[in-house]
């Protein structure tokens, strides 16, 4: 038996066999789905926030049987292979809110589950073919990342989560984390995103710039992280310290709205969840406080340096974003301008 996959699930196929979901060792089963939402943890009770779920089409369901071995293909190819341990249906409708916080349809991170059907397999998989495209040659396994770790000789890394081009508030962070840490895995997300945020081609090529312009080579690894952004802020950003401590890394950086997307998260939200969660997650979590200008000191700062905070002047990515829309000038306070000459040479923004 054979099913079609599309390239989402290939990702999320590959991420699992190469483990960078680790504990996770397939498409999630309806137990596990359920336990996931409910506790934030597998069935097995190991720690697990969000659902990696394998859709299939509805025409296929009464075809699959429990216990059977199905290929799975992908334009042509047979690229992988899953154990049917579980066939089911989900209504996202009764789940909304454990898994992202509110009631609202809208909220894309929903959106975007509810578009991937309601019919699913689960069970453990096994990868035929690794993904081949534009950017794999920065989707580096977590054994590579380890073994980079080691030949760098950094004892301790923190791992960086973003999905946008770098401004100058990021850019404090990272600098304020390698006063803490030995190194740096600064590992963008690419896979699906939304409409209007950054093309992966823009914050890949701006971080390769910043890497070689602005911060210390020896101590700075660069990878691109293909899954698909959940927009889940708290439950997202332990997802996102699980998958960073998978590739060796001994920190992560945790900031005001972790994964968060317009006002569906509190502030420091994220950052109080995975604080709690540390112990177990296994990776020490740097508490970031947003960076602002300071019309006083005249540079990038933050709360616990700088206390004049009539001068404060918030490094907005949104209105940085407005502006690289309306082909505006970005003031060199906010954003390098040589990210910005170098971004606006091609597509900034995912349509
Ligand atoms: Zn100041």
């Known amino acids: 038996m054979i099913v079609n996959i599309n390239f989402d699930s290939y990702l999320e196929l590959e991420k699992i066999a190469d483990k960078v979901f680790y504990p996770l060792d397939g498409f999630m089963t309806k137990e596990d789905f359920k336990s996931v939402v409910k506790s ?167 971080y390769e710039l910043l890497i070689k312009l602005h911060l210390p080579k020896n101590r700075v690894i660069l990878g691109a992280l293909t899954t698909s952004m959940r927009y889940a802020g708290p439950r997202e950003a332990v997802f996102h310290a699980i998958i960073r401590r998978n590739f060796g890394c001994t920190h992560f950086l945790v900031g005001r709205d972790h994964a968060g997307v317009g006002n569906y998260y509190g502030e420091y939200e994220a950052q109080k969840l995975c604080l709690k969660l540390e112990k177990e997650l296994k990776i020490k979590i740097i508490k970031i406080r947003g960076p602002f200008y300071c019309k006083y000191c005249k540079k990038i700062t933050t709360d616990n340096v700088c206390q004049k905070l009539d001068y404060k002047v918030e490094v907005s990515g949104t209105s940085i974003r407005n502006d690289l829309i309306n082909n505006k000038r970005i003031n060199s306070r906010f954003m390098r301008p040589d990210i910005v000459k170098l971004i606006r040479k091609s597509d900034i923004f995912i349509k």
């Open 40 to 206: 934030m943890r597998l069935k097995n009770g190991n720690i697990f926030p969000l659902p990696v779920l394998l859709p299939i089409e509805q025409n296929k369901k009464n075809n699959i049987n429990l216990n059977e071995k199905i290929l799975l293909n992908f334009k042509s190819n047979i690229v992988g292979e899953i154990l049917v341990k579980s066939i089911f249906e989900i209504d996202f409708n009764k789940y909304i809110k454990p898994l992202f916080g509110t009631e609202d349809k809208e909220h894309p991170g929903f959106k975007m589950l509810v578009k991937t059907g309601n019919c699913f397999i689960g069970g453990p998989v096994k990868l035929i073919k690794k993904v081949s495209y534009k950017y794999s040659k920065y989707s580096y396994t977590p054994k590579d990342i380890k073994k980079k770790i080691k030949n760098m000789k950094l004892k301790s890394v923190a791992g960086f989560q973003t999905r946008n081009v770098p401004h100058k508030a990021h850019e404090h962070i990272l600098h304020l984390a390698l006063k803490e840490v030995e190194g740096l895995f600064i590992h963008p997300l690419i896979g699906k995103k939304k409409v209007g945020d950054f093309m992966p081609e823009a914050v890949l090529s701006s």
